[in-house]
């Protein structure tokens, strides 16, 4: 395949967590390849270096070992301020908790990313409102987070994800703090992302959750492995 | 603009905490102010007063101290109308710019008399230059001149204490006579009224008052006197920072005229402020200091807010670190929550300052108002004190490793 479609890449990806005198390897040589545009999902079992994976791609980590290509640029040795760009620019995040800012309203929070990469007030606020609106929340703007739903909190997180029109969306486990029926919701908004074009990776350990993904890879015990374990 | 809004949501969340902050920070503020403007307003005090003694002032006399190698193989003031007249002869080249004789009364009580009215005042001898020396001005009437000296003509000088206490109030009391040992005497001039209450109220006026003085003639007094002996002299020499050079020429000039059996003795103003200077600097450090620590106090508890701030909200960072802020963005948004802090505090103990030194300005008459100097210090100070407490917290804020902040809870 060209180059340009491969949106991250990944070659004999190592990290260690230091115990004491111990080096706990939890990643022992990924490679992976997404193309641009694809929805992928990553199913292995708990502690099988997942998260650990998704931080990495997302460039909120660091590792120890191998190469990391996104966007057709390496990304191995990026310093906290590069990497901080890319996410800023590039990336969004939904997490298992949510992970909104328990002090401010639906708003800021999905205005925050955008104060970052210094979007202007009077943009920010139009981009934010727009976003809570696609995620069907347009009359819970002012809401604090404690006043809403889980689901509601987590359609938060996506327009937060969402406003600065990333490449990539790493999203690790969205559903896993939500009931079923919300979970589906959750992967229908996810879907749309998808079909807007943007690449989606999401961890999962559910096999009905996997199914929206266009492919399904497999991690165990720190590598990749062919079918479920 | 932004990130400022950030900060006082974050402060607003934590009210009480940040009250007592920013109240250090007001307390510390507001005591280094009042400390550095009661010790300036305290210094103005001093000078003005020692300025009604004339700054130029030098005063020599004999030395009768008991170390003195020449103390007792005479008895006197070793000085008489002779070196009067040498001293005005070399005047110039002495750095002299006038000279009067000083003369006390030997053995007898300045009592002033009218009718049965009477008044115990200090009561001295010198010549028609002395009342500019000491910055004394006439109210009413005239001074003396060298013809009423010359002619020892009993005329007087006296303050309005004594033409109350001699003629009652609101009387003019030029051409009033009042006796001096039965001698009769014209008055012929009335002083301003002079302010040393500062001076009065430490009790540095010597048993002076200022406002209960009688001057005359210093030929009057010698002759009341009985013999031609002069206490000391005042001068006032012509350029400040001359004065310890006029005062050991005079001593000098006395002690060769006196064939070496004498020694003399002077004091300077300039020696007086000089030691003022020391005894004010070293009160304003020792206040400056102790409310230094007060606001070295302040900051410790922004530093300690701002830490406890840091670690409560380390989730928090994690999830600003996700959606793309730099450490700068993290380490800019903690310093300024603790510049805000003491800079709000700061403007308070400003406000506080600036308005209590003007109520104690009313209140005492001192010249307490803070110079813009002081405010725009005091404004800086806080700034810097918030940085300085800010920093460390803001920096650990900054570094926090993001996956490991969101994994707290
Ligand atoms: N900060 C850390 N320090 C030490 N061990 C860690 C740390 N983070 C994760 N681990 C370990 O790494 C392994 C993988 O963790 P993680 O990537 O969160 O797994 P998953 O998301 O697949 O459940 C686990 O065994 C976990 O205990
Ligand atoms: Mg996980």
Known sequence: MPHSDVIISLRDVQKHYEKGDMRIPVLRGIDLDIKRGEFVAIMGQSGSGKSTLMNIIGCLDKFDGGRYAFDGRDVSNLDGNAQARLRSLKIGFIFQSFNLIPQMNALRNVELPMIYSGRPRESRHRMAKAMLGMVGLEDRIDHIPAQLSGGQQQRVAIARALVNNPSLIVADEPTGSLDSQTGELIMKQLTKVHKAGTTVLLVTHEPHIAEYAQRTVYISDGKMVKGAA | METIQQAWLALRDHRLRTVLCILGITIGVASVMAVSTISKGGNHVVYSELETFGLNSVWVYRDYRADSPLKRQRSGSGIDN????????????????????????????????????????????????????????????????????????????????????????????????????????????????KSRDFLASIGSEGGQNANDRVLMPYTVIQSLNNEKSINNFQIEVIEFDDADRTGAAVQQVLTQRHRNRLSYQYDTMAGYIKTSDRILGGVAIVGIVAASISLLVGGMGILNMMSTSVLERTREIGIRKSVGASEADIQRQFLLEAVMISLIGGALGLAIGYISSVVLARVTEFPLIPSPMVLVGALLVSIAVGIAAGYLPARRAAKMHAVDALRTD
């Open chain 2, 82 to 193: 002779e070196d009067y007249q040498a001293l005005r002869d070399r005047a110039s080249s002495l750095g002299i710019a006038k000279v009067s004789p000083v003369v006390w009364p030997n053995n007898w009580r300045g009592r002033l008399k009218f009718g049965n009215r009477y008044s115990d005042s200090t009561l001295f001898g010198v010549n028609e230059q002395y009342a500019a020396m000491v910055n004394d001005v006439l109210e009413t009437g005239r001074m003396f001149n060298s013809n009423d000296i010359n002619r020892k003509q009993p005329v007087a000088i006296i303050t309005p204490d004594i033409v109350e206490k001699l003629y009652g109030t609101n009387e003019n009391a030029i051409g009033k006579h009042f006796l001096v040992r039965d001698r009769r005497f014209q008055v012929i001039g009335v002083l301003a009224p």
